[in-house]
């Protein structure tokens, strides 16, 4: 279980998670990375649901990525087909943000590629309540894209018994 959380603002595309590992009802651990940097094609993905089924996805989207020339629209809509269409990727059990300088999209194992309406998505067990405060943010402040993030993160903590307060938040810039 885990939040993450992508807000798009001006120039700015800011993706944060929070580090909590839980099984069952269980912490494991509090520092886990769960939003990271694809340098070589500038993209932010960030992952909830099981570890190992993220990060085999997350391996996967790249090569989506390498194979349709970091084209980040083709890389999802192919990802989420061979996810949904293949036995073995079919029961990964994750759910995963991606954005880029231009576009943000949530993918799932059931065939799903969602671009939100108005820049600000979420996902995982404390999503909802990140989501709620983002748009509330977003809607309500001057807060930059990165506050907006930090902000809905620390809410989702204090709410979220499968989310914590250690964040690691990735920000791009678009090429405007």
């Known amino acids: ?22 099984l069952g009802n269980t912490v ?3 520092t886990a990375r769960k939003v990271n ?8 993905t960030g992952f909830a649901g099981s570890t190992a089924d993220a990060i085999t996805l997350r391996d996967l989207f790249e090569q989506q990525l390498d194979k349709h020339q970091g084209n980040i629209v083709n890389a999802v809509i192919h990802l989420a ?3 949904r269409s293949d036995r073995v990727l079919r029961r990964l059990e994750a759910l995963m943000l991606v954005a880029n300088s231009e576009k943000t999209f949530l993918i799932s194992g059931s065939g799903d590629v969602i671009e939100p309406e ?3 998505i979420a ?20 807060l930059t894209a990165r506050d907006i993030v930090e902000k809905s993160l620390q809410i989702a903590a204090d709410i979220c018994v499968f989310t914590n307060a250690n964040l690691t938040i ?7």
């Open 1 to 22: 279980m885990t939040t993450i959380v992508s807000v798009r603002r001006g120039d700015q595309v800011v993706v944060g998670g929070d580090g909590q590992v839980s």
């Open 28 to 30: 494991m651990k509090g």
């Open 37 to 44: 940097v694809i340098d070589k094609h500038k993209v932010i």
């Open 81 to 83: 087909r061979e996810w």
């Open 118 to 120: 108005d820049g600000v």
């Open 123 to 142: 996902i995982g067990s404390g999503g909802n309540y990140a989501l709620a405060a983002a748009r509330a943010l977003v809607d309500n402040s001057e």
């Open 170 to 176: 990735e920000q791009l810039e678009s090429i405007a």
